[in-house]
């Protein structure tokens, strides 16, 4: 079956400090992989995308790489501010069908200044 | 361009009253429609989606259902609400085919 697992939070960072928010996957064929973020009290956005092996999504300084050898689709962020506090998920979505987004259960992420 | 509204953004309903939440999307033309709920603490769980007018799925038996009367219109009802209907409810869409979802704003669900 499809899922995603992603890294459990809540994750507390000093500002300027280095993010990495872990996503491993279970898929059958090649998904597309997404990271969106959810700010306090919105819906939620796309962050970045990568649509098949190798490829890097990057967007507002955060980076994410689809590894199909290793299944993962890791979040990083060089240096974090407090504007990027927010419930980050990890998800995929398959070629086929209309259901066929799945997300992981998501990290909050708070940074401090 | 195309936008998603989606209201009320919160509310507060007593044990046993009725619910409906809308959802609307501008600038496009028979999207694929979701309904999701986050609960507190929990990630995001697809509850229902529309590919088509009067074309409902269902992924989760519960006592809420959903209903696309226009291309561009959907709605999510209970007739009876239960405390675990509380959570944040999300309306996104997708172009058909297309592998990204627009989400709204978001409808907080609160339960007494």
Redesign the interface.
């Known amino acids: 079956g499809n899922s995603v697992t992603q890294m459990e939070g809540p994750v507390t960072l000093s500002e300027e400090a280095f993010l990495t928010i872990n996503c491993t996957y279970t898929a059958t064929g090649y998904p ?1 992989l ?1 990271w ?1 973020v959810q700010y306090p ?6 962050l970045l ?1 990568a ?1 098949k092996a190798d490829d890097k999504g990057s967007n507002k300084g955060f980076e994410a790489t689809y590894r199909k050898e290793t299944t993962s689709f890791h979040l990083e962020k060089g240096s974090v501010q407090v504007s990027d506090s927010a419930v980050y ?1 990890c998800a995929l ?1 398959t ?1 086929t069908g ?2 066929n ?1 799945f ?4 990290t909050r992420l708070t940074v401090i200044p | 361009s195309q936008t998603i509204h989606q209201w009320p953004a919160t509310l507060v309903q007593p044990v046993g009253s009725p619910l409906s939440l809308e959802c609307t999307v501008e600038g496009t033309s028979n999207p694929n429609l979701y309904w999701y709920r986050q609960a507190a603490g929990r990630g995001l769980q697809l509850l229902f989606y529309s590919v088509g007018i009067g074309q409902i799925s269902s992924e989760v038996p519960q006592n809420l259902s959903a209903s696309r009367p226009q291309d561009r219109q959907f709605i999510l009802s209970s007739k009876k609400l239960l405390l675990s209907d509380s959570g944040f409810y999300l309306c996104a869409w997708s172009e058909f085919g297309a592998n990204v979802l627009t989400f709204g704003a978001g409808s907080r669900l609160t339960v007494l």
Not at chain 1, 103 to 106: A, E, L, P
Request: net charge positive.
């Open positions: 597309s997404f969106y009290g919105e819906g939620l956005q796309l995308k649509t998920f979505r070629k209309a259901n987004l997300f992981g259960t998501g």
